[in-house]
DNA sequence: CCTCCACAGGAAGCGCAGGAGT
DNA sequence: ACTCCTGCGCTTCCTGTGGAGG
């Protein structure tokens, strides 16, 4: 009885006709066949990368570039060219470094490389020069080439320093059989100045620059992609030109153009059009900065969740200029009340450049001449989702 | 000119959970 | 079971500092 009913809502569910023929096109993960507008960029990776073939090892390559730019997406595509010319002889090993708890600090990017080869280590207890160890014996057990894509290394540098890279390009002279070849992703071009020189030089024996997009190259972007991704006429005119003129405002990024168009399509066929209109790319550019913020919200600590929650509450009471003392008094009463460990003023400092880097406050150092020198922060957000946040940090704390 | 505020943010080290070796 | 190790979040202690008020 149940099985059939469903059967049903299967049926009229795959018969109904929706905007999307393939949704899957739209998402991160995809690797389109044709990147427009980077064949320069593929070109020069292409060169630079093509000694893989032969079994030698390619120059390190550091890649920059603003989000959204297609620095990843590149890499990816070059990637899987080469592996099926070289019949799988070259692995790829992409690394995110700014998950916070997975690969946010030296032993766990560590970690997450050495699961690559199914070897888990503990979370905590080993030295990290044993797990520096373990995998040097992996990929020096076979001859092979390995690519070590290290994206958003510049969070990871930040927080840690670079001893990692050093570490790593040392490796690499000290491996016999097997070439490492490093390739790190950026989305800060100074970073790269103020490393260690020795890092410096051979990380980026090679450089290339991912320049944003304009709109109407965006717009090309979305244009191809949507013809996979879409039903025939399940655009509605001008959505495309949408979507990209508010990416390209957006330091042309061409992942918010997809989400954005994605979203859209998912809103109307939520509500039943069979076309998608302007209007819903209206709806889903608020849909997207919500839903981005609120992730980052829900992942952090219950400690960041305070900080942000007594910041929220000095910004309601009317404060204006609020600054780190401030908060701190106003999260030492909001620990109590929710039973949480009242942490340092050092702490809670750090925790707001945290929140800043996520990019939920914006906190900047100011010096009130005899009135000392703090930070002072503010929310960059709409009253409306100030209200969503509180209500849901308030549900979750208290 | 100097002073002095209210912190920023670096350095060191502590305690805890969890190894490895014996 | 014991010792001795580690990474990580956090505390403790610290020095540094831009500029308004004197």
Redesign the pocket.
């Known amino acids: 009885m149940t099985q059939i009913s469903l059967t049903d809502i299967f049926q009229g569910y795959t018969k109904r006709r929706g905007v999307f023929k393939n949704k899957n096109t739209l998402s991160i993960a995809f690797t389109p066949e044709n990147i427009p507008h980077r064949e320069d960029q593929i070109k020069q990776l292409g060169m630079i990368l093509a000694p893989l073939l032969g079994g030698e090892k390619p120059s390190n390559i550091f890649i920059y570039g603003k989000p959204g730019t297609g620095k990843s997406l590149c890499i990816k595509h070059i990637s899987e060219k080469i592996n099926e010319r070289a019949n799988g002889k070259v692995r790829t090993l992409y690394i995110n470094c700014k998950m ?2 997975v690969s ?5 990017l560590l ?1 997450q490389l050495l699961s690559f080869f199914d070897v888990e ?11 520096y160890n373990k995998f040097f014996k992996l990929l020096d057990e076979k001859e092979q080439n390995v690519l070590l894509v290290l994206d958003e290394i510049d969070a990871l540098v930040k927080k ?1 320093g670079d001893g990692i890279l050093y570490n790593l390009t040392r490796i690499n002279q000290e491996l016999e059989k097997t070439k490492l070849t490093i390739v790190g992703i950026s989305n800060n071009i100074s970073f790269i100045n103020d490393m260690d020189p020795r890092v410096k030089s051979s990380l980026s024996e090679e450089e290339v620059l991912f320049p944003p997009y304009n709109a109407s190259e965006i717009k090309d972007i979305l244009r191809e992609r949507s013809l996979l991704a879409f039903n025939e006429n399940a655009l509605s005119p001008g959505v495309l030109e949408k979507c990209s003129a508010l990416a390209a405002q957006e330091h042309g990024d061409a992942r918010k153009a997809l989400d954005l168009l994605r979203i859209a399509g998912e809103l109307a066929e939520r509500m039943g059009n069979e076309q998608v209109l302007k209007e819903h790319v209206d709806v889903a550019e608020k849909k997207l900065d919500r839903d981005k913020t609120m992730e980052i919200i829900k992942s952090q ?1 219950k ?1 960041s969740q305070c900080v942000l929650l007594s910041v929220i509450d000095l910004y309601k009471s009317g404060t204006k200029n609020i ?4 908060i ?1 008094d106003v999260y030492t009463r909001m620990c109590k009340k929710a039973g949480v ?13 945290e929140l800043d880097m996520f990019g939920i406050l914006n ?1 900047k ?11 002072e922060i503010r929310l960059s957000m709409s009253l409306d989702m100030i209200n969503k946040i509180e209500n849901f940090l308030k549900h979750v704390l208290i």
């Not at 280590?121 to 797990?131: A, N």
């Open positions: 916070r708890r946010d600090t030296e032993y766990r970690s280590v503990p979370y905590t207890g080993l030295p990290t020069d044993s797990l840690v600590p400690q600054q780190t003392g401030d701190y460990k009242v942490l340092t003023q050092r702490r809670v400092s750090d925790l707001i450049s906190s150092v100011i010096s009130k001449g005899r009135y000392g020198r703090t930070r």
